[in-house]
């Protein structure tokens, strides 16, 4: 036994060993593609920087802020304020000798790692409590058999190793930053820790307002805990382990809620708290932008600039995204019909998926990030990191996903494709705009059975485990 | 015949119908003008008039008439002035009548330019030296013998060569013109009264000139002037000669490399009629100020530069209409009170002007145009296109059109061959001193042309290395010729000026030529220059006062029309006898703009300054920080689409780079809100004095646009209006050394106007991407076939626990719930799940169908909210 133990710790050890590694490697690798000369004119490619996310833009912004004129004077700036005031210095600020955008580029980095290391401390956490489940379960058995996989690590390392976060990062937009105050309310709330969900929720729905969606997801982390299996499938272990006799399930029912020392059921508490720190903070934030554009349009501007903005797809400058060409083709009449269809199919299936993934709230913010992601009105690869990232967490669920191969040479294709086609229209002049925009059709295509089927697949496992459970059941009556 | 010499004389034909040799009454000493007519029918008014080439009082000359069923010419020793065709059927007279001869004195008082002195008479007449050929014929049967061959002169039907050329080279060179139907008319018009003005009210759609109810006889000028900024047309590296004279100007490759040699001149027609208010303020709030320009340029490419010509510095400019408006309205009416005259003058002048009523064409800049916070407004189309159908609504804003006076010149053939013409209007309501006394509206018109004189019949090649700069004259230029002045003028004058490089230029020839060493220079007298030769002596010359410079002043030649009538029409010309090279003063830089960058994300506006250095002298004009720096005003507007970003500004001196708060004195920028309004930039600039170049950039991104927002020509770009770069340290003023009556003449002041040179750079043309405009049906579905799989699908995901209970209580039975499972978790694979399990195929339908009426409700229910909300 002290063998195999040390075997184990060893064999983590090593592991451990070849995480860090691999992290530095990453940060060294952000840190060369910093120092190529010009930036690899990734900042200005459509993939990485939206509207809402270049730093040219928010420059300007900082420009118009400091010759004393509203930032959101014209259309260029529709980001918060406050990145104005934490960015907007370091966009001028200069290190002699070094490249110009060195100072925002360290704190991308730095944002990635700070990513990364809570994505990691989120996945081991999440690991942790599905041992537990399946423990609780009487599923030892499979989980070792399985060989679990630390998720947390390959989280973090996919995160760091994306390629589509190494662009985010590199190519100067503040995604990383949005990604941050996402997976900081994701963290916080997993790790129970109230406060600092809050302030996460409360600055990602700031910076990029789709994120006020993972309310849902957030609530139910904070009220039942980080994903477990489901909740029927306790109820039937602990009324066996109550009463073996009966199989009433109503009676069992009662008699689990009637446990006291059973975690599984909804807790109010830090659910009421997290929405009081949740006021709290927007109070606070909407405070300090006020401070802040008090002297030039007010809040509503604010409001307009930056949600406006999102809301209306005024920019129709090519993205990844769908809802660019669609606006630029649409006729003007429809354009408001459309808009609401396209955000409503956001809004839609919240519910749904709240109520049917309710017992996996971590898979469910997943799931809302990739939705949203996939039909924002600008999106850019920094989100499909981030839901690239997530995806990690539930590799051990995941595993018998379909169509993973596929999709994963179908995002290599999209991703080496588009940037041709882009080249070919915008640049060379000898393609056509249909051209990108197949490619961004795709896109949309593969995220939307990405989404399928990692719902799909989630719910299976579920199916798989509460038949292994109904099997030992079965097993130990007869 | 002769004529006896006296103050006039004629010989008359008089029947009903009628040929005549006229000889019109004239002061001594001018050239006697033949007036030749034809009467045919009774009707008259086919005038013509010609300049003899010699005197008529000294010798015996040949007068005759040719006339036969085919023609009527006269000549006048031999050579043909005057043919006049046949053209009954078109539906013009002919006379046909059997003609007798008469010769009589008459007394015209209209046609002759002074009053019969009575003093003298009687007036007798001598003839001698009468030969007739005819048929002569009483009756109708003879008619046809005399049409017959049996007559020489029948056989005549059209000039010989040798006549045709006698008779071309009279006529162009003699100056022969077609007079109008003149005195009845003109006179009527001249007593109507002018209080009113209603005779041309009505062609007016633009209610704000309905403020020129009571308008004073006009004051019509026209001022030939070196439009100094189009030397600098044809590009970089030549040196520029500007030819004497009118403005005229050559170019042309410095070591005679290129072969281009191209001469141009600028007259400018100005014309300013000024009207005391009679209307009510709320009128007037319509407008203040307000300036509107339709230009027109020939070359492919263009580069303006600046001029110190205190006229063309405003008047040249690019292409396009440009248009700005001052108002005196209170501020948040100034936008509406720009959509209503936009609106005005697009009726006006049936040009597109009504384009700038849109908020993202015009812009309201604060000191970088005028200085006029707030109420200004300005706005260009770059692309607007120039013709006849615009100079006609502005030429019936004259009081005589182009019937009479200096506007009689306006001839559109010669007027649209130019390189450059443009026609600019111009209303202020300013105090002024009239006749009557206190504020008024005037109206300002101005054409500037920059024509070129017909250099294949002028030049003369010289044994120098360098040509003789084609002479001109109004008649060769225009084909017209001034036949007095509009009567309802009140004052006519054309002003030739010198500039002063040329009247430099002049001085040295006269000194190297010492012909009269000490009294006669080039603004005492004209005829005695060597260099050039005028062919009307100026009334005045004027010279132009600068205390500061050593340099030679420019001269002003004045010439008054009122002097002038048909009988003597005013052709002023001007010869040139030695080839004179010289360059006129330029605006201390030379702007160009450029745009930087290839494809279509984004770029770089560059504007590039080139030190001329040629004006040197003028830089010691900022010394106040104890540096000498050259003051440099920017002014840019750009289009929303064209995204710039204001922090990348960059300055480059010397092509350094250099600091921008350390070049950039003051700087105002007002942002482009997409779709809303354009981006305006507003700059000075301090440059060191030695500084070479400098340049300017800008980065922008391109916008993309909605495809109703692209023109039918969506890819041949869209343009970026021209940027105005001005010099607030140099101004175009000329004091030139007059007594009171400058004030009299509009242009005299305007040569006094302290305005600062002003250059435009070029219009640049940008390249935009363009979206599929075939296919926006395509993209909406495909884009909602994905929405909807996707919400269909997930759906459909979620949804399954009903069905997949009920099977796996049946599928218990069958053992292959995995497979069953994995199969059914696949949208695809419902069909092939039918063979597993015949009972399913109902279910999985129903769930299909149920989850499709889910989305047909939804979309249903939006539809219905969307009709209630907003149908």
């Given at each position: 036994m002290e063998v195999k133990e040390e075997q184990s710790t060893k064999r983590k050890k090593q592991k451990q060993g070849r995480f860090w590694t691999w992290v530095a490697a990453s940060v060294l690798f952000r840190l060369i593609l910093i120092y190529f000369p010009k930036n690899l004119n990734l900042s200005s490619r459509p993939e990485v920087s939206t509207p809402l996310t270049s730093l040219r833009r928010l420059a300007e912004g900082y420009w118009l802020k400091q010759s004393s004129m509203s930032p959101y004077a014209g259309s260029m700036y529709h980001g918060s304020p406050l990145l104005l005031s934490l960015l907007g210095p370091l966009t001028v600020k200069r290190i002699e000798g070094q490249p110009s955008h060195l100072l925002c580029s360290l704190v991308f980095v730095v944002a990635d790692i700070l990513n990364a290391m809570l994505i990691r401390a989120t996945g081991q956490t999440l690991q942790v409590a599905y041992r537990q489940s399946l423990k609780s379960l009487d599923l030892d058995t499979i989980s070792e058999s399985m060989e679990v996989l630390s998720s947390g690590d390959i989280a973090a390392l996919v995160y760091l190793w994306n390629p589509f976060t190494i662009v985010a990062c590199v190519g100067l937009s503040t995604s990383p930053i949005e990604n941050l105050a996402i997976i900081l309310a994701l963290y916080g709330a997993c790790k129970r820790m109230v406060p600092l969900a809050a302030f996460g929720w409360v600055m990602a729905t700031h910076l990029s307002l789709y994120p006020v969606i993972l309310i849902i997801p957030i609530i139910l982390l904070l009220g039942y805990g980080p994903d477990t299996p489901r909740k029927l499938l306790l109820m039937r272990r602990y009324g066996k382990v109550e009463d073996n006799s009966s199989s009433d399930s109503c009676q069992q029912q009662e008699k689990v809620i009637n446990q006291s020392d059973l975690p599984k059921v909804f807790a109010w508490r830090p659910a009421m708290l997290f929405l009081l720190w949740a006021i709290m903070w927007s109070v606070y934030v909407l405070l300090l932008c006020g401070i802040s554009v008090k002297q030039y349009g007010g809040l509503w501007e604010m409001f307009e600039r930056m949600y406006g903005f999102i809301l209306t797809v005024q920019d129709l400058s090519p993205n990844i995204g769908v809802l660019w060409y669609f606006f630029a083709e649409v006729f003007d009449f429809f354009r408001n019909f459309f808009l609401i269809v396209f955000h409503m199919n956001i809004l839609f299936m919240i519910f749904p998926l709240a109520i049917r993934l309710k017992h996996r709230p971590c898979f469910l913010a997943f799931v809302y990030i990739t939705i949203s992601s996939m039909l924002k009105s600008y999106p850019s690869v920094g989100d499909s990191a981030l839901y690239f990232g997530l995806l990690g967490w539930f590799v051990n669920e995941l595993s018998e996903m379909q169509f993973s191969f596929c999709l994963f040479s179908v995002y290599v294709g999209v991703s080496l494709l588009s940037p041709v086609m882009h080249n070919l229209w915008i640049w060379r002049g000898t393609g056509n705009a249909n051209f990108y925009f197949a490619t961004a059709i795709t896109y949309a295509c593969l995220q939307m059975v990405l989404v399928v089927e990692s719902v799909s697949a989630m719910l299976n496992h579920d199916r798989k485990l509460k038949k292994l459970t109904n099997a030992k059941l079965q097993n130990g009556k007869s | 015949?002769?004529?006896?010499?006296?103050?006039?004389?004629?010989?008359?034909?008089?029947?009903?119908?009628?040929?005549?040799?006229?000889?019109?009454?004239?002061?001594?000493?001018?050239?006697?003008?033949?007036?030749?007519?034809?009467?045919?029918?009774?009707?008259?008014?086919?005038?013509?008039?010609?300049?003899?080439?010699?005197?008529?009082?000294?010798?015996?000359?040949?007068?005759?008439?040719?006339?036969?069923?085919?023609?009527?010419?006269?000549?006048?020793?031999?050579?043909?002035?005057?043919?006049?065709?046949?053209?009954?059927?078109?539906?013009?007279?002919?006379?046909?009548?059997?003609?007798?001869?008469?010769?009589?004195?008459?007394?015209?008082?209209?046609?002759?330019?002074?009053?019969?002195?009575?003093?003298?008479?009687?007036?007798?007449?001598?003839?001698?030296?009468?030969?007739?050929?005819?048929?002569?014929?009483?009756?109708?049967?003879?008619?046809?013998?005399?049409?017959?061959?049996?007559?020489?002169?029948?056989?005549?039907?059209?000039?010989?060569?040798?006549?045709?050329?006698?008779?071309?080279?009279?006529?162009?060179?003699?100056?022969?013109?077609?007079?109008?139907?003149?005195?009845?008319?003109?006179?009527?018009?001249?007593?109507?009264?002018?209080?009113?003005?209603?005779?041309?009210?009505?062609?007016?759609?633009?209610?704000?000139?309905?403020?020129?109810?009571?308008?004073?006889?006009?004051?019509?000028?026209?001022?030939?002037?070196?439009?100094?900024?189009?030397?600098?047309?044809?590009?970089?590296?030549?040196?520029?000669?500007?030819?004497?004279?009118?403005?005229?100007?050559?170019?042309?490759?410095?070591?005679?490399?290129?072969?281009?040699?191209?001469?141009?001149?600028?007259?400018?027609?100005?014309?300013?009629?000024?009207?005391?208010?009679?209307?009510?303020?709320?009128?007037?709030?319509?407008?203040?100020?307000?300036?509107?320009?339709?230009?027109?340029?020939?070359?492919?490419?263009?580069?303006?530069?600046?001029?110190?010509?205190?006229?063309?510095?405003?008047?040249?400019?690019?292409?396009?209409?440009?248009?700005?408006?001052?108002?005196?309205?209170?501020?948040?009416?100034?936008?509406?009170?720009?959509?209503?005259?936009?609106?005005?003058?697009?009726?006006?002048?049936?040009?597109?002007?009504?384009?700038?009523?849109?908020?993202?064409?015009?812009?309201?800049?604060?000191?970088?145009?005028?200085?006029?916070?707030?109420?200004?407004?300005?706005?260009?189309?770059?692309?607007?296109?120039?013709?006849?159908?615009?100079?006609?609504?502005?030429?019936?804003?004259?009081?005589?059109?182009?019937?009479?006076?200096?506007?009689?010149?306006?001839?559109?053939?010669?007027?649209?061959?130019?390189?450059?013409?443009?026609?600019?209007?111009?209303?202020?309501?300013?105090?002024?001193?009239?006749?009557?006394?206190?504020?008024?509206?005037?109206?300002?018109?101005?054409?500037?042309?920059?024509?070129?004189?017909?250099?294949?019949?002028?030049?003369?090649?010289?044994?120098?290395?360098?040509?003789?700069?084609?002479?001109?004259?109004?008649?060769?230029?225009?084909?017209?010729?001034?036949?007095?002045?509009?009567?309802?003028?009140?004052?006519?004058?054309?002003?030739?000026?010198?500039?002063?490089?040329?009247?430099?230029?002049?001085?040295?020839?006269?000194?190297?030529?010492?012909?009269?060493?000490?009294?006669?220079?080039?603004?005492?007298?004209?005829?005695?220059?060597?260099?050039?030769?005028?062919?009307?002596?100026?009334?005045?010359?004027?010279?132009?006062?600068?205390?500061?410079?050593?340099?030679?002043?420019?001269?002003?030649?004045?010439?008054?029309?009122?002097?002038?009538?048909?009988?003597?029409?005013?052709?002023?010309?001007?010869?040139?006898?030695?080839?004179?090279?010289?360059?006129?003063?330029?605006?201390?830089?030379?702007?160009?703009?450029?745009?930087?960058?290839?494809?279509?994300?984004?770029?770089?506006?560059?504007?590039?300054?080139?030190?001329?250095?040629?004006?040197?002298?003028?830089?010691?004009?900022?010394?106040?920080?104890?540096?000498?720096?050259?003051?440099?005003?920017?002014?840019?507007?750009?289009?929303?689409?064209?995204?710039?970003?204001?922090?990348?500004?960059?300055?480059?001196?010397?092509?350094?780079?250099?600091?921008?708060?350390?070049?950039?004195?003051?700087?105002?920028?007002?942002?482009?809100?997409?779709?809303?309004?354009?981006?305006?930039?507003?700059?000075?600039?301090?440059?060191?004095?030695?500084?070479?170049?400098?340049?300017?950039?800008?980065?922008?991104?391109?916008?993309?646009?909605?495809?109703?927002?692209?023109?039918?020509?969506?890819?041949?770009?869209?343009?970026?209006?021209?940027?105005?770069?001005?010099?607030?340290?140099?101004?175009?003023?000329?004091?030139?050394?007059?007594?009171?009556?400058?004030?009299?003449?509009?242009?005299?002041?305007?040569?006094?106007?302290?305005?600062?040179?002003?250059?435009?750079?070029?219009?640049?043309?940008?390249?935009?991407?363009?979206?599929?405009?075939?296919?926006?049906?395509?993209?909406?579905?495909?884009?909602?076939?994905?929405?909807?799989?996707?919400?269909?699908?997930?759906?459909?995901?979620l949804r399954k626990r009903v069905g997949e209970e009920e099977r796996s209580s049946k599928s218990k039975a069958t053992k292959e719930t995995g497979r069953l499972r994995q199969l059914l978790s696949r949208v695809s694979a419902k069909l092939r799940g039918r063979p597993f399990e015949p009972p399913q195929p109902p279910s999985n339908s129903s769930s299909f169908i149920s989850s499709k009426l889910i989305l047909f409700i939804l979309v249903v229910g939006i539809a219905v909210f969307w009709q209630v909300y907003f149908g």
């Open positions: - | 015949m002769k004529l006896t010499s006296g103050d006039g004389d004629e010989v008359k034909d008089k029947a009903h119908d009628e040929l005549d040799f006229e000889f019109l009454g004239n002061i001594k000493g001018e050239p006697i003008l033949l007036q030749t007519n034809v009467f045919a029918n009774g009707t008259s008014g086919r005038e013509q008039r010609i300049t003899l080439w010699f005197d008529p009082t000294t010798e015996y000359h040949d007068y005759k008439i040719l006339w036969n069923q085919n023609q009527i010419v006269f000549y006048v020793d031999d050579i043909p002035i005057r043919v006049f065709k046949k053209l009954t059927e078109s539906g013009v007279p002919f006379p046909s009548q059997p003609l007798q001869i008469q010769a009589s004195l008459w007394h015209a008082k209209w046609a002759s330019q002074n009053e019969t002195d009575w003093r003298y008479a009687p007036f007798k007449a001598h003839y001698q030296g009468f030969d007739i050929s005819g048929c002569p014929c009483a009756t109708k049967q003879c008619m046809n013998e005399c049409y017959g061959q049996n007559y020489w002169w029948n056989d005549i039907r059209e000039l010989n060569s040798d006549q045709r050329r006698a008779y071309e080279d009279r006529r162009f060179h003699g100056g022969l013109s077609d007079s109008a139907p003149h005195c009845p008319n003109l006179i009527a018009l001249s007593q109507r009264p002018y209080s009113d003005s209603s005779s041309f009210l009505h062609l007016m759609a633009l209610p704000l000139l309905l403020l020129l109810r009571r308008v004073l006889l006009p004051s019509l000028s026209l001022t030939f002037c070196p439009n100094s900024p189009f030397q600098s047309c044809l590009g970089n590296g030549h040196r520029r000669r500007f030819l004497g004279g009118v403005a005229s100007e050559a170019i042309s490759g410095s070591q005679g490399a290129v072969p281009l040699q191209l001469s141009k001149q600028g007259p400018t027609y100005q014309l300013q009629w000024p009207a005391p208010p009679s209307l009510p303020q709320s009128h007037i709030s319509a407008g203040r100020f307000r300036s509107f320009t339709l230009r027109k340029w020939n070359f492919l490419s263009h580069k303006v530069g600046g001029g110190f010509d205190p006229i063309s510095s405003n008047k040249a400019k690019p292409p396009g209409v440009e248009l700005w408006a001052v108002f005196d309205a209170p501020l948040e009416q100034v936008d509406d009170s720009w959509k209503n005259l936009t609106h005005a003058l697009s009726g006006l002048f049936c040009a597109s002007v009504n384009f700038l009523e849109s908020s993202t064409t015009y812009s309201a800049p604060e000191w970088g145009y005028r200085p006029a916070p707030g109420s200004l407004r300005y706005g260009t189309l770059p692309r607007e296109a120039v013709c006849t159908e615009n100079l006609t609504p502005w030429l019936k804003l004259l009081p005589c059109r182009d019937k009479a006076g200096l506007s009689a010149l306006m001839d559109r053939p010669s007027i649209y061959k130019g390189f450059y013409h443009s026609q600019q209007l111009r209303l202020t309501s300013s105090e002024f001193e009239s006749e009557e006394g206190g504020s008024g509206i005037v109206l300002q018109q101005t054409l500037t042309v920059v024509v070129q004189p017909d250099s294949e019949r002028n030049v003369m090649s010289y044994s120098h290395e360098t040509k003789l700069q084609p002479s001109w004259s109004l008649t060769s230029i225009f084909g017209r010729m001034v036949t007095g002045r509009c009567v309802l003028a009140k004052s006519s004058t054309i002003y030739l000026q010198f500039d002063r490089g040329l009247v430099g230029q002049l001085d040295y020839l006269q000194k190297e030529n010492e012909l009269s060493s000490a009294d006669k220079s080039v603004y005492e007298g004209f005829s005695s220059n060597p260099g050039f030769e005028l062919s009307v002596k100026p009334d005045r010359v004027l010279k132009e006062l600068n205390g500061f410079e050593k340099k030679t002043p420019s001269v002003v030649y004045e010439f008054y029309i009122e002097k002038y009538s048909e009988s003597r029409p005013f052709d002023l010309g001007l010869t040139w006898k030695l080839p004179v090279v010289w360059s006129c003063q330029k605006a201390p830089l030379h702007a160009s703009r450029f745009l930087m960058g290839s494809g279509n994300e984004r770029g770089a506006i560059a504007i590039s300054l080139r030190s001329t250095e040629v004006s040197d002298e003028f830089l010691h004009t900022d010394m106040s920080e104890g540096r000498c720096k050259l003051e440099v005003k920017v002014f840019q507007v750009v289009p929303w689409y064209i995204k710039v970003y204001f922090h990348t500004v960059r300055v480059y001196v010397n092509e350094q780079p250099q600091e921008v708060s350390d070049v950039v004195e003051k700087m105002r920028v007002s942002p482009s809100v997409d779709k809303v309004s354009p981006g305006v930039m507003e700059m000075v600039l301090k440059f060191p004095c030695g500084m070479k170049s400098a340049a300017i950039t800008l980065e922008f991104d391109k916008g993309f646009l909605h495809i109703d927002e692209y023109p039918p020509d969506a890819n041949q770009g869209f343009d970026i209006p021209a940027a105005i770069i001005s010099f607030p340290n140099f101004h175009t003023s000329m004091q030139f050394f007059t007594d009171k009556s400058v004030d009299r003449s509009s242009i005299l002041s305007k040569f006094q106007e302290n305005n600062a040179v002003l250059a435009y750079t070029e219009v640049l043309l940008v390249p935009l991407t363009t979206p599929d405009f075939s296919m926006p049906y395509n993209v909406i579905t495909i884009t909602c076939t994905v929405c909807a799989l996707y919400f269909g699908s997930l759906l459909n995901v």
